[in-house]
């Protein structure tokens, strides 16, 4: 297959704001959009239904992900990416407009709102992908840290000012603003993009794996249901639970073999013989699992245990937010700087770990300037790891396989938080089920509901409420003491990653150059076309 590079780099730090305002739309939309919830289920009579609206939005992002990757490896990823920014901004303005007059009114509302927030769910997939890999694109490994760790800044931004911008459209406007604020800021974004990005274009011979797509997200569908729905909306051991479960074993198993036989498919299995590549994705997955599984807690113990409204429970965010962006910016100069790069995940798994530890105990005394230092330590933790994976994935393939690379880093974390918030879901559920909380908190059985009224829960006796919280709080706790099991693994695997040079230019061999010809371009040590 012959390529050629046809563009020249651009001005990384001017594109970059695009890039940035791209993955502040991204990772802000479902923060903000959970804040209203429950203003959008009183208004369309569907409470038994609205968790779907983040359920699509999940099914959405996580099919997408690795396709996204793989067209913009195929076709360029600037046409690609903006695709995808223009598909999320349809989606944010179908979103804001469902149930209006204009669609038919609220009979319908909710039923139009899933399928939005579907279409939407699409687009942000290629959000996030796109960032990373057309980042990758412009900045060879040896620079990258540092554009890296500033978009995990605003990843960690993002984590508090969610709820916070939530919070305040819930209370001053109305909830279809928490979509039609994506309008203008994806404008910008796209205006911006459209005129300044000039990424590197390669001429290829494209056959896309439709089989392997498709496969690839039934597969994927059928786990996210059973993640969302086990335990929850159906007993893990029902039919429907069981019957998703075989059928995500024999897709995902059809698309193995598929992709063996591909020309172009839309997962290289081949990357996953890179021995940092599989670790990395190891990584990943563990650490979606422990962090985005665990921390959704975080908010809950604040706003009944400590007593604090929705939108400060973001302000006491704060200090994991200050902790994760430093240290981003501190370790993605340090990469650059040195171009050295294993010791990072192993540290970060360890203090990741600690953090973790700190907030098993968590209490109904502990005080916020308590669970604030907790949170410090996991916040650096998290620094360290973030967008160091990110980094590792994309150094350990080639540059042709960089949206595929991109992609399955991501898709792994998302896999894993998904899996993460439910296996932790139904360990807090029997926990509080099994507590004094158990009876004012809904019990927690799978398809009970856990509506938590929080002016009753204030009214209730002294020593009632102390132990209704305290069973709470031990049940938050408990979710904790579960995480450290698997934050431990990650350094150890950590551990076993080579200490690969990173790569200090994005050249492209020639057509017939040997493999290992291209082997030396790719660590900057050969000319290239």
């Not at 594109?15 to 959009?33: P, R, T």
């Not at 369309?44 to 992002?61: K, S």
């Not at 903006?82 to 598909?87: A, D």
Request: hydrophobic share 55%; net charge positive.
């Amino acid at each position: 297959m012959s390529q050629e590079k046809v563009a020249a780099r651009p001005n990384v730090r001017f594109v970059l704001i695009g890039l940035m305002i791209a993955m502040m739309l991204a990772m802000l939309d479902n923060m903000i959009v959970s804040t209203a919830l429950p203003r959008i289920a009183l208004e369309f009579g569907g409470a038994n239904h609205f968790t779907w609206i983040v359920t699509a939005y999940v099914l959405g992002t996580t099919v997408s992900t690795p396709i996204w990757g793989k067209l913009g490896d195929l076709y360029g990823r600037k046409g690609v990416f903006l695709t995808s920014v223009v598909l999320f901004l349809a989606g944010s303005a179908l979103c804001g407009m469902a149930g209006s007059e204009l669609l038919g009114g609220v009979d319908n509302g909710m039923v139009q709102l899933i399928a939005f927030r579907a279409v939407q769910g699409l687009g942000a997939g290629g959000l996030m992908v796109g960032v990373m890999a057309s980042i990758g694109d412009l900045v060879p490994p040896r620079e990258r840290g540092r554009y890296q760790g500033m978009i995990a800044g605003i990843m960690a931004i993002a984590m508090v000012a969610g709820p916070l911008v939530g919070g305040f459209i819930t209370d001053n406007l109305s909830w279809r603003w928490a979509f039609y604020v994506n309008l203008p800021l994806g404008g910008v974004a796209l205006l911006v993009l459209a005129t300044t990005m000039r990424l590197p274009k390669y001429r290829t011979e494209h056959r896309i794996d439709w089989l392997g797509a498709v496969l690839l997200s039934v597969g994927i569908t059928a786990i996210v249901l059973v993640t969302t729905w086990g335990g929850t909306q159906y007993p893990w051991r029902s039919p429907q639970i069981l019957g998703l479960a075989a059928l995500a074993v024999v897709a995902l198993a059809a698309f193995g073999l598929v992709e063996r036989r591909a020309v172009e498919p839309i997962l290289p299995l081949g990357l996953f013989a890179n021995r940092n590549f599989a670790l990395i994705s190891v990584i990943g997955f563990l650490l979606g699992f422990a962090m985005f599984g665990a921390m959704n807690f975080l908010p809950l113990y604040q706003q009944t245990v400590q007593g604090a409204s929705a939108t400060s429970s973001g302000l006491l965010l704060l200090p994991l937010m200050f902790g994760m962006l430093v240290v981003s910016l501190v370790v993605g100069r340090a990469i650059t700087k040195t171009g050295r790069y294993r010791a990072f995940p192993i540290i970060g798994g360890v203090v990741m770990t600690a953090g973790m530890a700190l907030l098993t105990r968590l209490d109904a005394d502990t005080s916020k300037i308590e669970s604030s230092l907790y949170l410090v330590v996991l916040g650096v933790g998290m620094g360290f790891l973030m967008q160091t994976t990110m980094l590792i994935a994309q150094n350990s393939v080639g540059q042709r396989d960089l949206g595929a690379a991109s992609g399955a880093a991501t898709f792994f974390r998302s896999i894993g938080g998904s899996f993460g918030l439910s296996l932790f879901g139904a360990i807090f559920a029997h926990r509080l089920a099994d507590s004094p909380a158990g009876a004012a908190f809904g019990g927690g059985g799978a398809g009970e509901g856990r509506s938590m009224n929080l002016e009753a829960l204030r009214q209730l006796p002294a020593q009632l409420r102390e132990a209704v919280l305290g069973g709470l709080s031990g049940a938050i706790s408990h979710v904790f003491v579960w995480a450290v099991f698997f934050t431990i693994a990650v350094p150890v695997l950590a551990w076993f990653i080579r200490e690969v040079p990173l790569r200090s230019s994005n050249d492209v061999p020639p057509a017939d150059a040997t493999p290992e010809e291209r082997a030396e371009v790719a660590l900057g040590k050969a000319p290239a076309v």
